[in-house]
């Protein structure tokens, strides 16, 4: 999965370390074989994805794409939602809900909030591999600004 010739970095934000190997072997068995970088909480994505003062800078040039569970132990998954989709730098970047909830309310909070793709655990193979390979359609037409 290439953006504008750029390699994309996938990043997995999952506290949930058999969620975080299933995930990944199901990217790979999709034929995806993007770096991804995976990460346990909330705070240390965001620093990766916002820099740690949080302006989004570091991100304005890198392509990725974030896999988000929202149940974090540190914070909630629709805040960081809400804070990359926030910022000038980061707001284009796709980003896809995974979680085990499948409330109504709480879906439609995530699309209103700029989710891509909400995809329920435990992860129906299929449904996630189309939803990678739609994103990576995404990103081979996606231009910087």
């Known amino acids: 999965m290439k953006a504008s010739g750029k390699e994309v970095t996938i990043v997995m934000v999952e506290d949930d370390e058999g969620h975080a190997k299933l995930i ?21 994505a965001m620093d990766y994805i916002l820099g740690e003062d949080r302006s989004g800078e570091v991100s304005a040039d ?8 929202l149940n974090l132990p ?3 998954g629709t805040e960081i939602l809400e804070q990359v989709k926030n910022n000038q ?13 499948d409330d109504e309310m709480e879906i439609q909070r995530c699309y209103d909030l700029g989710a891509n793709v909400y995809i329920t655990k435990p992860v129906e193979y299929e449904s996630f591999a189309n939803a990678i390979r739609q994103l990576g359609l995404f990103f ?5 600004p």
């Open 89 to 101: 730098h980061t707001k284009r970047l796709p980003i896809v809900i995974l979680t085990t909830t």
């Open 62 to 69: 890198r392509y990725l794409l974030i896999l988000l569970d």
């Open 140 to 144: 081979s037409v996606m231009q910087l």
């Open 24 to 44: 990944e072997k199901n990217i790979r068995r999709a034929g995806v074989s993007n770096q991804i970088m995976p990460f346990t909480d909330g705070t240390s």
């Open 74 to 76: 540190d914070m909630s």
